[in-house]
């Protein structure tokens, strides 16, 4: 079992930043991707951006690329989401999602196995 806490999320004006945090927690595996996805209220679950276990291969939607950033810090076992340029249209509710590389992209909501229970972000315009 994998445990995952997001924390960061907040009402923020149009043109404002945020960080989110996903702290990880269970079992340990040498191979594994991290990802973030949003939901917003009467539209399906979207990926935002995706890391794997070295840090080595990030991965963004179309919608968020040169505003968001995705990081890790292995040492404090956290993955981060750093988003600036905030817009009304990335009002929504973030989740942190873990898996194992397998036969899906690690965009597709299929290549993770563990959610966490999500973060409420609210831009304001």
């Known amino acids: 079992q994998v445990q995952l806490v997001e924390s960061g999320g907040a009402l923020v004006q149009a043109g404002g930043s945020l960080r989110l945090s996903c702290a990880a927690s269970?079992?340990?595996?040498?191979?594994?991707?991290i990802g973030w996805f949003r939901q917003a209220p009467g539209k399906e679950r979207e990926f935002v951006a995706t890391?794997?276990?070295?840090?080595?291969?990030?991965d963004y939607a179309d919608s968020v690329k040169g505003r968001f950033t995705i990081s890790r810090d292995n040492a404090k076992n956290t993955v981060y989401l750093q988003m600036n340029s905030l817009k009304p249209e990335d009002t929504a509710v973030y989740y942190c999602?873990?898996?194992?590389?397998?036969?899906?992209?690690?965009?597709?909501?299929?290549?993770?196995?563990?959610w966490g229970q999500g973060t409420q972000v609210t831009v304001s315009s």
């Open positions: 999602a873990w898996g194992v590389p397998g036969p899906y992209y690690f965009s597709d909501y299929r290549s993770y196995n563990y």
């Open positions: 269970g079992r340990t595996f040498s191979r594994y991707i």
């Open positions: 890391i794997n276990w070295s840090g080595g291969s990030r």
